[in-house]
Structure formats: C-alpha cells, structure tokens
C-alpha cells in the first residue's frame, strides 16, 4: 500500500490542522492506520491509531483530549484531527499503515510537516 500525507502548515497555539493521509494499493480495511511525528532532534514516536473498521482508536497522552484520529474506508483515508495545538506538537508528521494481524508497521506516507507557533 502508498500512502500521501498532507495538510500540514504552520498554526499559531491554540489553533488547529487537519492531516489527511490517502492510501492506494492493496485494500485499505485491512490496514490498521498510525499517525506518528518526529520532532527535530528527537526519535519519531506514536501520535494516534485506528482500528481497520474505525471503532476502536489509540492515543498517545500528550495528545489525548486534543487530537482525533478517524478513517474513511470507502475513501481510503485517514485523518487527524489536531485542536489545541502547542509548540511541542511541532514535528514531521507521518502517516503509517500495519496489517491487522502484524506487529509493526511496514508501510509508510512521506511526511508532513506542522509547524506551531507560540
């Protein structure tokens, strides 16, 4: 599966973005979808997850309450919903697609990048 980010930009504090992130390829349920980010300097890490049907999703806790995570199977999309932005959420932002039955993602989007000022 291809995936393409996009939607990212620069956002004062307290504002909001939404990410999309558009798959092609091989069937898009299969795929449980990740959003992780890589902030200069720093190790990428996990942002948010959504279960292949949409029913179940995944936050990390900094993001908990701010950000939401959302899929679109008949258009081969997910989306995250970032509110409240601060300058911490500063980062490359990057789609990710698993198998359900896998244990690690194997395919990813190129990035995006968000950008919030304070």
């Known amino acids: 599966v291809q995936l393409q980010a996009f939607g990212g930009g620069l956002v004062q504090a307290g504002g909001s973005l939404r990410l999309s992130c558009v798959a092609s390829?091989?069937?898009?349920?299969?795929?449980?979808m990740g959003w992780f980010r890589q902030a200069p300097g720093k190790e990428r890490e996990f942002v948010a997850a959504?279960?292949?049907?949409?029913?179940?999703?995944y936050y990390e806790y900094s993001v908990k309450g701010r950000f939401t995570i959302s899929r679109d199977n008949a258009k081969n999309s997910v989306y995250l919903q970032m509110s409240s932005l601060k300058p911490e959420d500063t980062a490359v932002y990057y789609c990710?697609?698993?198998?359900?039955?896998?244990?690690?993602?194997?395919?990813w989007g190129q990035g995006t990048q968000v950008t919030v000022s304070s």
């Open positions: 390829g091989r069937t898009f349920s299969s795929y449980v």
């Open positions: 990710a697609a698993r198998e359900v039955a896998g244990r690690t993602y194997n395919y």
């Open positions: 959504i279960s292949w049907s949409g029913h179940s999703s």
